[in-house]
């Protein structure tokens, strides 16, 4: 009963919390008129919102261990509404890509995606904990040398090579290797389906980030409002499907 009390209150905290950092940040720009890139960070950053409410909200029912996963899902997009707040505050007064703060977003949300994986397998199966870690400093390394090329502070093709093989061995551990491998034997259906449908996401709703970058750098460009249109949507399938899908699955075990 006591603790009932104490964690509804510290959820409501967190609500108001959330809350207040999200008006504070919605304030600062709102002048989305005839710019339909702002409007489309609008319209992500508040899909992002509800997904959170939607998320912790629904934590509570479904079994025990998949909690975990849904609290993760909810951080993500907690996350990615907040940046998604100053991103578009950042594309109405410069008309450039918020670079920054998209690269800041992902090195939190990335790696917490990605250990989605590990968390689900460990909720059906006994996965080896190499593979939180494999997947978790595979992620840091795809973005960090991402960011690296972008910045200027070192080769953009040599960057870009180290952060695709970094994607394409995650790719391969989630198929073929451990991962893939716990999966298969975990033997709990929802599970798989889950599985399955999160590593299509990583492979197919990924490759966008790397081909814009691609283009960007080494094809003909693109222009910035484009892209971020692009991205945008990305993430939207990336972060907040990817997190109903666990929702599902954790739905179709609990019952
Ligand atoms: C919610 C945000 C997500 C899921 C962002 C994912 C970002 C990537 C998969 C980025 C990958 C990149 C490469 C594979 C090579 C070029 C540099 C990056 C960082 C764009």
């Known amino acids: 009963m006591i603790l009932n009390k104490i964690k509804i209150t510290l959820l409501t905290a967190l609500g108001m919390f959330f809350v207040a950092g999200v008006t504070q940040a919605s304030a600062e720009t709102v002048n989305l008129q005839g710019d339909f890139t702002a409007q489309t960070f609008w319209l992500i950053s508040m899909a992002m919102v509800a997904a959170t409410a939607f998320f912790f909200l ?3 029912t479904v079994s025990v261990k998949w909690r975990t996963s849904l609290t993760l899902a909810g951080i993500v997009t907690g996350v990615a509404a907040w940046h998604y ?3 578009r ?9 918020p670079v920054v703060l998209r690269y800041v977003d992902w ?3 990335v790696p917490i995606l990605m250990v989605e994986f590990y968390i689900i397998l460990k909720a059906v199966s006994n996965v080896a904990s190499s593979v939180f870690w494999k997947l978790l400093i595979a992620s840091l390394v795809m973005l960090v040398f991402g960011y690296l090329g972008e910045a200027g502070m070192m080769n953009v093709m040599t960057a870009f090579v180290i952060s695709m093989a970094a994607w394409l061995y995650i790719i391969y551990e989630i198929f073929a290797g451990e991962a893939g491998q716990a999966s298969a034997s975990s033997g709990n259906g929802p599970a798989q389906t889950a599985f399955n449908a999160l590593r299509l996401i990583v492979t197919i ?3 966008v980030y790397p081909l814009g970058y691609a283009v960007g750098y080494f094809g003909g460009g ?3 409002g484009s892209l971020n249109v692009i991205y945008n949507f990305a993430d939207f399938i990336n972060k907040i499907a990817f997190g109903l899908i666990i929702y599902v699955a954790a ?5």
């Not at 739905?251 to 019952?255: I, L, Q, V, W």
């Open 107 to 109: 090195l939190i949300t």
């Open 58 to 60: 629904e934590r509570d």
């Open 251 to 255: 739905k179709a075990d609990s019952n």
């Open 222 to 224: 693109i222009d910035a």
């Open 205 to 207: 709703g990924w490759a």
């Open 85 to 87: 707040m100053y991103m």
């Open 89 to 97: 505050g950042y594309w109405v007064e410069n008309q450039t890509s």
